[in-house]
């Protein structure tokens, strides 16, 4: 732990109570750098708003040279708040309402249209296609049109946990190449009001190898060439993420330079003139995980075996560990009343759990020294999937989230109010 975060953190679960979200900047800062070095310009970078949506948070990681990623209409929203400007905001995912399709008609109506809109089927297809021409109709323009992405399924089998592999061949996501002919017909064809600018693949999250990331990059490239005789503006490849984050050993995972040599090499492969003339990544993990900490004071412990620590933060706050078995590094801030500094500490294996009434609440596994009632505990690699899926299941306010730029802290999120649950 980096010099004056432990004392940050302690810090924030004083003066804002707990649990509590902190996010490390500087942290942020490099791992947003990471990126950018491995996916320099022209690569477009959209920072998947799924990973975490708050504003103040948004607003560091577009500072670093950034688009975004937005799965839903309420995700363009935020990204509206944090002041992401629409040129550079995608809307993607797969449940896209009529509501969500209607925003992106809506935008482009008034001359402010998205990025593009990623299409996963035919309907979805022909929905967008009526949205538009709606849109149209009501603001008199004589033409109205929307880039469009197909997004594919490369069938593939990602090195990942199964909840994660969206790539592969029974997954809900994404049109087989098969498909696609009929995906374009469904929303008019080269000259309908959909612009046809390419395909969106992604195989999944947390990938423990760069195997099948490549292998879909590679067919998306060929499938990318074939469809431009047709579809003369398929110029586009966004290539997706899944970059993964280490939470213990670095070298146990393939670093972003690994997935960006991998993507270099297949392009290579490649005359030039077959390549797309424009290339995207839309991480959102590898820059916000890291920089996360999700701090928690000890309620009870209990002498098992073996020994049974229950915090105040738990699966409302962070449902990764009890969803699908994820795994965090936890530290423990003090001991016995009394703040941890940079010396050994005596420390044995402990189980621990959060506060809420199921019996799959627990956080995991964890070294930890001697704790009491009201010492402090953090759970590090949080920024990522934590805030942004927790509850307030059981009646628990919202966690306050905060921020650290190495000096400060300052309030994002106040926490939430009894009133409003």
Not at 15 to 23: A, D, M, N, Q, T
Not at 348 to 368: F, H, K, N, Q, Y
Request: net charge neutral; aromatic share 4%.
């Amino acid at each position: 732990m980096r010099a004056g975060l432990a004392q940050a953190l302690r810090d924030a679960a004083q003066r804002y109570g707990s649990p509590v979200y902190v996010y490390d900047l500087p942290r942020l800062e490099g791992d947003a750098a990471a990126v950018q070095a491995a996916f320099p310009d022209p690569w477009l970078r959209l920072y998947s708003l799924k990973a975490n949506g708050l504003p103040g948070l948004v607003r560091e990681v577009v500072g670093h040279g950034f688009g975004v990623s937005a799965v839903s209409a309420g995700e363009v929203r935020l990204a509206e708040r944090a002041g992401v400007p629409r040129r550079v905001t995608a809307l993607e995912g797969i449940g896209k309402t009529a509501a969500d399709l209607r925003l992106a008609a809506t935008h482009a109506a008034a001359g402010d249209a998205l990025l593009w809109v990623s299409l996963e089927t035919p309907e979805e297809a022909a929905a967008l296609r009526d949205e538009l021409l709606r849109a149209r109709t009501l603001s008199g323009r004589r033409t109205l049109r929307q880039d469009v992405l197909v997004r594919l399924n490369p069938e593939v089998s990602p090195e990942t946990l199964g909840g994660l592999a969206v790539g592969a061949p029974a997954s809900k996501f994404g049109c087989l190449p098969q498909e696609l002919p009929a995906l374009v017909a469904a929303g008019g064809g080269p000259d309908g009001p959909l612009r046809w600018r390419g395909i969106h693949v992604h195989v999944g999250s947390q990938l423990g190898a760069v195997t099948a990331w490549r292998a879909a990059f590679r067919l998306s490239l060929r499938l990318l060439a074939l469809q431009r005789a047709e579809l003369p503006d398929f110029d586009t490849l966004d290539a997706g993420s899944g970059f993964p984050v280490a939470h213990d050993d670095p070298a146990s995972v393939p670093s972003v330079a690994h997935f960006a040599a991998a993507a270099t090499a297949e392009l290579e492969e490649l005359p030039i003139a077959a390549r797309p003339t424009r290339l995207a990544v839309e991480p959102g993990r590898v820059v916000v995980a890291g920089c996360g900490w999700l701090v928690g004071q000890v309620l009870h412990v209990r002498q098992r075996e073996p020994a049974v620590v229950v915090l105040d933060a738990g699966m409302t706050e962070l449902i990764r560990p009890a969803l699908y078995g994820a795994r965090h590094p936890m530290v423990a801030l003090s001991s016995l009343g009394e703040p941890i500094g940079d010396g050994p500490v005596d420390a044995i294996e402990m189980r621990v759990d959060g506060p809420v009434c199921e019996s799959t609440d627990s956080l995991g596994t964890a070294r930890l020294p001697p704790l009491q009632r009201g010492d402090v505990v953090a759970i590090g690699v949080c920024g990522a999937y934590g805030a942004a899926m927790a509850s307030t299941y059981n009646g628990r306010p919202r966690a306050a989230q905060v921020a650290w730029d190495g000096e400060r802290l300052a309030l994002l999120r106040r926490r939430g109010s009894l009133n409003a649950l």
